[in-house]
């Protein structure tokens, strides 16, 4: 049993992706606890992420996403996704089938956790001083969606 945290590799205007480089400090942060944790670095890349399957992300316990918005100035934690709507180019300048995650696929998927409590778990644990938080339903109709 592992608990995976994924970041992306950079794209666009960021010639890093702050993602990536929030996530590599998580294992030191860890420590030994048990599940351990694991760091992987996503593609931009619509194809990778359809060749993965499901497989990839069922086998951890528990996985985590991280993603970087140019378009949010808070931690935001995404409570859902969208099967369509993907026009954006990615980094191999491709775009999805019909702008399409699963083919016949539901409308959205959503989370099953809640994420109002984890909202205000988040608000609430020492730390996090001057850093906001917010649950969105629109996770950008780019990678960080497509992978959700």
């Known amino acids: 049993m592992v608990i995976v945290v994924t970041g992306f590799e950079p794209f666009g205007e ?28 996503i593609p931009v890349a619509y194809g990778w992420v359809q060749e993965q399957g499901e497989a990839v992300w069922r ?9 970087v918005s140019g378009r949010d100035s808070v931690v935001t934690l995404e409570a859902g996704a969208h099967n369509t709507g993907y026009c954006r180019p990615d980094n191999r300048a491709a775009c999805p089938a019909e702008g399409e995650c699963v083919t016949g ?3 959205t998927e959503t989370t099953c956790l809640d ?6 778990g988040c608000r609430e644990e020492g730390g996090t001083e001057g850093v906001e938080f ?5 996770a950008g109709r780019y990678l960080c969606d497509f992978v959700y």
């Open 134 to 138: 917010q649950v969105s339903e629109d």
């Open 59 to 67: 086998e951890p316990v528990f996985t985590v996403h991280v993603g």
């Open 14 to 41: 960021h010639k890093t992706n702050a993602s990536w480089s929030a996530v590599q400090l998580v294992p030191a942060l860890w420590g030994d606890t048990q599940p351990p944790v694991e760091v992987r670095e």
């Open 115 to 120: 994420m109002g409590l984890l909202l205000e």
């Open 105 to 107: 696929g539901r409308d």
